[in-house]
């Protein structure tokens, strides 16, 4: 039997979900910031798309290369191949996914039977017998007892037809084939581990899972901000918590980018043994200017709820009132979808009269200077996981007041101040109290950056990613799962 | 105290111990750890009895301005029947007959084709304005050979093809009585004697920038070519039904042209009411659980459409046999006008099957129906279209009905799965 031999470049898929190349954030900066750090690795990027005709934002070195994407909610047939009889498929799905103690390898060979009849999901999907067989599936789903599940809600049937709408397109997501590699990284424990999961499955190559927020807690907190009926917001969340689950169950390691979400996914069932916390970090900044002493106080991020720019509005009256020469600038634009939420913040922000006071900037693509016109950085988020913004401000050495969420305490330790979450009055003494004390926010801006150095370097994280996936290709992780023999080449 | 976080927050108690505990981390800054196990802690009660979910219902379908595109399907068919005879002076009125008989199905087609690849999306006029390069090649692809096979009378044909294709995209845009105004202006001068050829190729390119000026945004992507195809077979069929019985005179006269107008009316009509359908279809599931039977709103739509149209074209083809002059036997006047009508419920029926998905079914009872058209002697004039048209009527009504029937099949496996 001939043995194939590692090609000299250990080739990596890199999958993704709404984010690299296409679209400007964090998790998309992380993933640039990786494919060009190692070219020692070919890089294959598939990313997992919305519609759109938008070019891709980031140009990818000569070491790597955008596949096609995979198109969800889009007009597109499936991919050619055979077509079975997969009319049992969408039962199974709604069984693995959202049962609460639904199989995660169930949930896998659905995927494989996908990727085998890529022709047969449509097909199943669109049979009387699918249809029929998915609503008996439901209705046994919908009948769980389990006391931390809570009782599930009765879904009417729009609810039910949009849910099976949406298997349909993770079961598309399955069917695509993916290229020959010898490690396989998806970004989220979402969508983008779909093709990670059946690759495995069929091939033994090894998974590594970044999560730069929880995925799950994410899903959980729009649902529950979204206003949606009781049976989108249940479907949802069963979606994500069954997508999450299943994808934890095939990472050979999950690399959270803070413990903070490390202690949310051993909380929701990963093995221990399988985390390997990978903090961010940025390039070690030059020495430090001085702080502008005209009490400005700089945020960035996105408007969006998760951000909470409404408690950052209510905080920012409430410091006025403590120290009127203060004055705020809020950098970032609103996130695409939550235009309601930036009306509702412009409408918060003349409630609250404070005019000139507090500024919305846009968004900036110079994150480093903006904070470095600040006395003081703020983040109100409810929701993060490593946020980039205070990493920025240590690397400018200015304090920072933020609300303890996520990795912020971890990152925040010794040069700010950390308040409880959605507490207008706590960040509002906490800003004073800076303002007034010069000193003594220099002094954290001092430590905060020596903080960085020590930390948060940049080519500690690379570093750190390279021996990793290199352990990956060379099968030096985890023993992964012996492969399944499918007659059909992924 | 922890419950009540969550239900202050909330605004309801938590789904599920998850939930509960994202709400006490993300606004109580709870540690996950210690959030997860108050979450757990939270539900362990007794399982409270299940909520009722109800979803929105769907947004009702943008309403068609009909009154409008009846008006002007009106006016362009009453514009047209009064070409006959410079048309007839021009090319003899067997070669208007064979022009007819070969522009009329291939209207269909490419209108149905257009339809379903694009001028159903929203931005798919722009998409289709955009690719100049296909338009002309459309456009020669169909001049050419025409020209080269059939001459004048090809000519004839492929200019009133590309006119009638024209004019369906311009309706669709919103614009059918500038559709209407530019057939209308049309006519004088023909009537007076202008060349035929210079009117009909400047009509055709007044229609052309009609239908394409100012585009507007494109959508992101056009139908499918498979579906788009099938669509276009469809619209073929429907044209071969329409001139497929050779007992029928076609178009000496305007008179006979006009015949087509009852029937153009009540779909039009009918089309309009039918629009709503998917919509109905979606609503008709709101608040019904997953072991009940919906209600039977969309049959009763359907069927209420259906027999509106039919009492519609009944009437103006009894205002239209009083008004219309008629040289041949009046039975032949009468069955055109019964098969006409019939073949406008069968339009009707495959426009609403088609965009159930369903394209392969209508293909296959429009097959039926034109070899049953083709072979039968037909004992009047008419009657070989008439027993088409009403076998197609009668299978795809059947078909129809199943699909509406079963609205939670039809809507999950059909429209919400391309």
């Known amino acids: ?113 996908c990727r085998r009849d890529p022709r047969g999901v449509r097909r199943a999907f669109r049979s009387r017998a699918g249809w029929d067989a998915y609503r008996g599936a439901l209705a046994e789903v919908l009948a769980e007892r389990v006391p931390e599940a809570g009782t599930p809600p009765l879904l009417d049937l729009v609810e039910a037809a949009e849910l099976y709408q949406t298997l349909y397109w993770i079961a598309r997501t399955a069917a695509v084939p993916t290229p020959d590699v010898e490690v396989l990284h998806a970004t989220a424990a979402g969508w983008s581990a779909i093709p990670a999961a059946v690759h495995r499955a069929l091939h033994g190559t090894p998974l590594v899972l970044t999560e730069h927020g929880v995925f799950l807690r994410e899903s ?23 997508l999450t689950r299943t994808a934890y169950a095939c990472a050979d390691v999950v690399a959270p980018v803070t413990s903070a979400n490390a202690h949310w996914e051993t909380g929701l069932g990963l093995d221990p043994d399988k985390v390997r916390v990978i903090t961010n970090g940025l390039l070690q900044a030059p020495a430090p200017t001085p702080p502008p002493g005209t009490g400005r106080i700089v945020s960035v991020g996105r408007i969006d709820p998760l951000k909470d720019v409404h408690t950052m509005l209510r905080a920012a009256a409430a410091t006025l009132q403590l120290v009127p020469a203060a004055h705020f600038a809020h950098y970032g634009p609103v996130t695409p979808g939550e ?55 240590m690397g400018e050495a200015r304090p920072i007041v933020a609300t303890s969420v996520g990795g912020v305490p971890e990152v925040v330790r010794g040069c700010g101040i950390v308040v409880p979450p959605a507490d207008e009055r706590a960040l509002a003494l906490a800003l004073a109290s800076l303002l007034r004390n010069p000193e003594r926010a220099a002094r954290l801006g001092r430590q905060g950056h020596a903080r960085l150095a020590r930390r948060f370097d940049q080519a500690d ?19 992964p799962a012996p492969p399944r023999e499918l007659p059909v080449a992924a | 105290m922890s419950a009540d976080v969550v239900r202050a927050r909330l605004g309801r108690p938590a789904q599920d111990m998850l939930e509960a505990a994202v709400v006490l981390e ?70 208007l007959r064979d022009a007819l008989r070969v522009a009329l199905p291939l209207t269909l087609a490419v209108q149905w084709t257009l339809s379903s690849r694009y001028l159903s999306r ?16 459309g456009a020669a692809g169909l001049l050419i050979p025409a020209i080269a096979g059939a001459g004048a009378v090809g ?124 919509a109905a279809l979606s609503g008709a599931l709101v608040g019904v659980r997953l072991h009940e039977r919906p209600g039977r709103a969309p049959t009763r739509l359907l069927l209420g459409a259906l027999g509106r149209t039919v009492a ?68 009047f004039p008419g009657a070989a279209l008439i027993a088409g048209a009403a076998t197609c009527t009668l299978l795809l009504i059947a078909a129809a009905v199943a699909a509406v029937a079963r609205p939670a099949t039809a809507v999950a496996t059909h429209l919400w799965i391309g």
């Open chain 1, 1 to 113: 039997m001939l043995e194939r031999c590692p090609p000299a470049r250990p080739r990596v898929l890199l999958t993704t979900e709404g984010t690299y190349p296409y679209e400007i954030g964090g998790v998309s900066s992380w993933c640039d910031l990786l494919v060009r750090s190692l070219p020692e690795l070919e890089w294959q990027v598939l990313p997992i798309v919305a519609p759109h005709d938008r070019p891709p934002r980031y140009a990818v070195p000569p070491h790597a290369r955008v596949l096609p994407p995979i198109e969800i909610w889009s007009d597109r047939r499936p991919a050619r191949g055979r077509r079975g009889d997969l009319r049992d498929l969408p039962a199974a799905l709604v069984r693995g996914l959202l049962r609460w103690d639904g199989s995660p390898s169930a949930v896998v060979d659905a995927w494989l039977r």
């Open chain 1, 220 to 242: 959980y907190l729009a649902a529950a901000r979204g206003g949606a009926s009781p049976g989108r917001r249940f479907a949802a969340t069963r979606l994500a918590r069954g």
């Open chain 1, 339 to 393: 235009e309601t939420y930036g009306r509702s913040c412009e409408l918060l922000h003349e409630q609250l009269g404070l005019g000139s006071r507090f500024r919305f900037m846009g968004a900036t693509t110079d994150p480093a200077g903006v904070v470095r016109g600040a006395d003081v950085v703020l983040l109100t988020s409810i929701s993060e996981g490593l946020p980039m913004a205070l990493l920025e401000a």
């Open chain 1, 461 to 479: 994280c690379v570093d750190r990613y390279r021996d990793l996936l290199r352990d990956a290709a060379a099968g030096r992780l985890r023993a």
């Open chain 2, 26 to 95: 993300a606004w109580t800054g709870a540690p996950p750890g210690r959030a997860l196990a108050d979450g757990r802690r939270l539900m362990s009660g007794r399982p409270a009895l299940p909520e009722v979910s109800v979803s929105a219902p769907p947004a009702a379908a943008k309403p068609r301005r009909k009154a409008l595109e009846a008006a002007a399907f009106g006016v362009a068919v009453v514009a047209v029947a009064a070409w006959a005879r410079p048309l007839r002076d021009l090319i003899g009125a067997s070669g």
């Open chain 2, 122 to 137: 929203p931005g798919g006029v722009a998409t289709l304005a955009a690719r100049p390069a296909l338009l002309a090649a």
């Open chain 2, 155 to 278: 000519a004839v044909a492929a200019l009133l093809t590309l006119l009638w294709c024209g004019g369906a995209i311009a309706a669709r845009r919103g614009r059918p009585m500038g559709f209407a105004a530019a057939v209308a202006l049309a006519t004088p001068p023909l009537l007076a004697g202008a060349s035929p050829w210079l009117v009909l190729s400047a009509l055709v390119l007044a229609v052309a920038a009609l239908a394409f000026a100012a585009p507007g945004p494109r959508c992101l992507h056009p139908g499918r070519w498979d579906r788009a195809l099938l669509a276009g077979l469809i619209g073929a069929a429907l044209g071969v039904l329409l001139v497929g019985d050779a007992s029928l005179p076609w178009v000496a006269t305007p008179g006979e042209a006009l015949l087509l107008a009852p029937s153009i009316l009540a779909t039009v009509y009918g089309g309009g009411a039918l629009w709503r359908l998917p």
């Open chain 2, 312 to 379: 519609i074209s009944l009437a103006l083809s009894l205002l239209c046999r009083e008004l219309v002059p008629w040289p041949s036997s009046p039975v032949a006047r009468e069955a055109a006008l019964c098969g006409f009508a019939l073949l406008g419920l069968v339009t009707l029926l495959a426009s609403l099957l088609e965009a159930l998905d369903r394209g392969g079914r209508v293909v296959l009872v429009l097959g039926c129906g034109v070899a049953l058209e083709l072979l039968i002697r037909p004992p």
